[in-house]
């Protein structure tokens, strides 16, 4: 059974700190991974998606990969009020339709 | 550029009555498809996907069924709800094929609550 384990939270940072999220996962085969952030109530968006080892930077936002350890991790600088929602991590399964496995996700809570 | 659409957006039905949740994508051709169900502070499950026209692959065991009778059309269905069917019902679509930067976009989701 692949899946995909995060730690449920709630996380707190104050506004301005670094939030870092994790995520592990139990299929080495596994290439992709993909983050999304969801806010209550709403549908998820994609925040940003790694391949390849090593980081990866667009804005406030570092996802980082390291297979050999099988973790993912979500980097979020500077961190806003707005940031505050449930991060999911997500892997992606080959030669099934391209279909996501999903981890539990992790509640994130940025005080003013 | 690529719309996705669920209906309806909240629906409350009775134990024992039938569903019909309806899907469709815009501005693309041949996606893959999939329904999800999140429940109440829980991640997202995968119920179903498609590849194309008429063709199903169901993730786990349910009363539910889909179908999918024109390209950009997901339909999911189910003939009796279960208190255990509430919760929040995703539809996502992805370019078709298959490549390390495939992505999902999710529709608005419809808020399902069964009594």
């Known amino acids: 059974q692949k899946e995909v384990e995060q730690n449920s939270g709630p996380l707190s940072v104050p506004e301005g700190a670094i939030a870092s999220l994790n995520c592990t996962y139990s299929d080495r085969g596994s290439q992709s991974f993909f983050w999304y952030r969801q806010y209550s109530g709403k549908s998820p968006e994609l925040i940003m998606f790694?391949?390849?080892?090593g980081d990866k930077e667009d804005g406030r936002f570092t996802a980082q990969l390291n297979k050999a350890s099988q973790y993912v991790s979500l980097l979020i600088r500077d961190s806003q009020p707005s940031d505050s929602a449930t991060y999911l991590c997500?892997?992606?399964?080959?030669?099934?339709?391209?279909?996501?496995?999903f981890g539990q996700g992790t509640e994130l809570s940025v005080k003013p | 550029s690529q719309t996705i659409h669920q209906w309806p957006a909240t629906l409350v039905q009775p134990v024992g009555s039938p569903l019909s949740l309806e899907c469709t994508v815009e501005g693309t051709s041949n996606p893959n498809l999939y329904w999800y169900r999140q429940a109440a502070g829980r991640g997202l499950q995968l119920l179903f996907y498609?590849?194309?026209?008429?063709?199903i692959s169901s993730e786990v065991p349910q009363n539910l069924s889909a179908s999918r009778p024109q390209d950009r059309q997901f339909i999911l269905s189910s003939k009796k709800l279960l208190l255990s069917d509430s919760g929040f019902y995703l539809c996502?679509?992805?370019?078709?094929?298959?490549?390390?930067?495939?992505?999902?976009?999710f529709g608005p989701g419809t808020r399902l609550t069964v009594l």
């Open positions: 997500a892997a992606l399964v080959y030669n099934q339709g391209g279909k996501l496995i």
């Open positions: 790694i391949y390849s080892n």
């Open positions: 996502a679509w992805k370019e078709h094929g298959q490549g390390r930067r495939d992505t999902q976009y």
């Open positions: 498609s590849v194309g026209i008429g063709q």
